[in-house]
């Protein structure tokens, strides 16, 4: 488990790199817009980082923003009162493997590049399909494991311990896809996305949402 509180300087360089790691225009981005934007009720969102994805949500939604990096917590009160149309935000410090929250407490879930670097994806999985109620969607973004064989995938070897120790436990090759796929939803798209030579060695991606 990574001790966020003795990664201090590691945290605050991956949270710059978080807050402007939306690039306009990009399919990846038009996608939250678009997926984000539409999800009424209460919202919950794992891994909720600097807030870039309050951006995204309607005026006023609700949203429950988990969240156990004390550097990323200091960002997220800042970005939704600089934002014109804030959100209604309640940060909890906790991991996405255990929350407080009672079973169906919210109406939706969004996650997005957090599954790759959380201690227990499955565990964080089951839980937002306990407390996401029946019919409410999960909205997710993900960097996955490079084709075999690629010059991605070689890549990815390369860089795969460093890249773990500089953003705070980060899989930079993990098969997101196949843990989305063992459990059973009510329907899933999922589709991949393929960022270029401005993806460097993150540059495969799945999208999608999966309904309880």
Same mark, same amino acid.
């Given at each position: 488990?990574?001790?966020?509180?003795?990664?201090?300087?590691?945290?605050?360089?991956?949270?710059?790199?978080?807050?402007?790691?939306?690039?306009?225009?990009?399919e990846?981005?038009?996608?939250?817009?678009?997926?984000?934007?539409?999800?009424?009720?209460? /919202?919950?969102?794992?891994? =909720?980082?600097?807030?870039?994805?309050? @951006?995204?949500? *309607? &005026? +006023?939604?609700?949203?429950?923003?988990?969240?156990?990096?004390?550097?990323?917590?200091?960002?997220?009160?800042?970005?939704?009162?600089?934002?014109?149309h804030?959100?209604?935000?309640?940060?909890?410090?906790?991991?996405?493997e255990?929350?407080?929250?009672?079973?169906?407490?919210?109406?939706?879930a969004?996650?997005?590049?957090?599954?790759?670097? /959380?201690?227990?994806p499955? =565990?964080?999985?089951?839980?937002?399909? @306990?407390?996401? *109620? &029946? +019919?409410g969607?999960?909205?997710?973004?993900?960097h996955?494991?490079?084709?075999?064989?690629?010059?991605?995938?070689?890549?990815?070897?390369?860089v795969?311990?460093?890249?773990?120790?500089?953003?705070?436990?980060?899989?930079?090759?993990?098969?997101?896809?196949?843990?989305?796929?063992?459990?059973?939803?009510?329907?899933?798209?999922?589709?991949? /996305?393929?960022?270029?030579? =401005?993806?460097?060695?993150?540059?495969h991606?799945?999208?999608?949402?999966?309904?309880?």
């Amino acid at each position: 488990m990574i001790d966020f509180e003795h990664q201090r300087i590691r945290s605050r360089i991956e949270a710059r790199l978080l807050a402007n790691g939306d690039r306009r225009g990009s399919e990846v981005t038009r996608f939250k817009a678009d997926a984000i934007g539409a999800l009424d009720g209460t /919202v919950l969102e794992i891994g =909720a980082g600097t807030g870039v994805n309050l @951006r995204w949500y *309607r &005026p +006023g939604a609700t949203v429950i923003a988990i969240e156990p990096n004390p550097i990323m917590r200091e960002h997220l009160a800042a970005t939704n009162a600089s934002l014109e149309h804030p959100v209604e935000l309640e940060i909890r410090d906790r991991r996405g493997e255990q929350l407080d929250l009672a079973d169906g407490a919210a109406d939706a879930a969004v996650s997005t590049l957090v599954l790759c670097g /959380v201690d227990d994806p499955v =565990a964080v999985l089951e839980e937002v399909r @306990r407390v996401v *109620r &029946p +019919g409410g969607r999960l909205v997710f973004v993900e960097h996955v494991a490079a084709p075999i064989g690629s010059r991605t995938a070689r890549a990815q070897r390369l860089v795969r311990r460093p890249h773990h120790w500089m953003f705070n436990g980060c899989r930079v090759d993990q098969d997101t896809e196949t843990l989305l796929r063992s459990f059973e939803w009510t329907d899933l798209d999922l589709r991949h /996305v393929d960022l270029g030579r =401005a993806g460097a060695y993150v540059r495969h991606q799945i999208i999608g949402t999966a309904t309880r």
